[in-house]
């Protein structure tokens, strides 16, 4: 259900996170680069001021600018962060940890001594620190 509307969540975000407009043009910028989107400071005055209401395209740069999803950013009462992202970056996280746990282990005998030292060091720690261990894995 739409209880809201982009220019209500553009204030919002901008007064949560300290943000003007052309902090929000910054963060844009490299989406609109790589989508072929221009976005310009009257654009974003006019959705933040609620005269006009970006189209898909804006949208999207916008939300992946700001780093919550569309629908958020439309008004719609949903999560800013929708759980499905949560999740891609844990898996993506997970996914780098593995590759990095597998270079190590492959690499582990060429290592010098004080290398292998260090890492078992900072693995000691990295274990030793309750907040360093999610719970699904603990």
């Not at 929708?82 to 780098?96: F, G």
Request: net charge positive.
């Amino acid at each position: 259900m739409k209880t809201s509307n982009t220019a209500l969540r553009l204030n919002e975000f901008m007064k949560k996170n300290g943000l003007k407009q052309i902090d929000i043009i910054n963060r844009a910028k490299p989406f609109c680069d790589e989508y072929g989107v221009k976005l310009s400071k009257s654009d974003l005055s006019q959705y933040v001021s609620g005269k006009v209401e970006p189209g898909q395209n804006k949208l999207y740069v916008l939300a992946r600018a700001l780093d919550v999803s569309e629908a958020w950013l439309m008004g719609y009462d949903v999560k800013s962060k929708p759980e499905s992202m949560q999740i891609q970056i844990s898996q993506k996280t997970t996914e780098i940890t593995d590759e990095i746990l597998n270079m190590l282990i492959k690499n582990y005998k060429k290592m010098t001594e004080s290398a292998k030292h260090a890492l078992l060091e900072y693995s000691e720690f990295m274990i030793s620190k309750p907040e360093n261990i999610s719970p699904q894995k603990a």
